[in-house]
């Protein structure tokens, strides 16, 4: 199938946003930092409790391993936007969900600008 072909069928769309969270835990001190020791757990907790409790059907929330940028977590890559949260207290976690997910708004102060 050439890249200007058209597919045979649609996918179908499971999530109008699908949220990944960093659940990687490392020892205290350990050089590359991790999500889990700056506090990512009941962040991630009130995440998907949020979604549960708002009946967020169309919201993906998937548990992640590492994502890459250790020291500047807790971390969490919503898709399709590509859009990288750096949430550090429950009211961010209340924030996203209101305005990202139910709303469609980017959560500009919380956005996480990565570089390589």
């Keep these: 199938m050439s890249e200007s072909a058209e597919p045979e069928f649609e996918l179908p769309r499971l999530y109008r946003h699908h949220a990944f ?3 990687t ?11 889990g020791a700056a506090g990512a757990q009941p962040l991630w907790d009130r995440l998907g409790k949020a979604i549960e409790t708002e009946r967020l059907s169309d919201i993906g ?3 992640a391993g590492c994502l890459g940028f250790c020291s500047a977590g807790p971390l969490m890559v919503v898709y399709p936007d590509g859009v990288w949260y750096r949430p550090t207290t429950a009211q961010d976690i209340d924030e996203i969900v209101e305005q990202h997910f139910k709303q469609g708004k980017r959560v500009d102060r919380l956005v996480m600008v990565l570089t390589r």
């Design 25 to 35: 835990q490392r020892p205290p001190g350990h050089p590359r930092g991790s999500c």
């Design 61 to 63: 929330f998937t548990a």
């Design 21 to 23: 969270a960093c659940y």
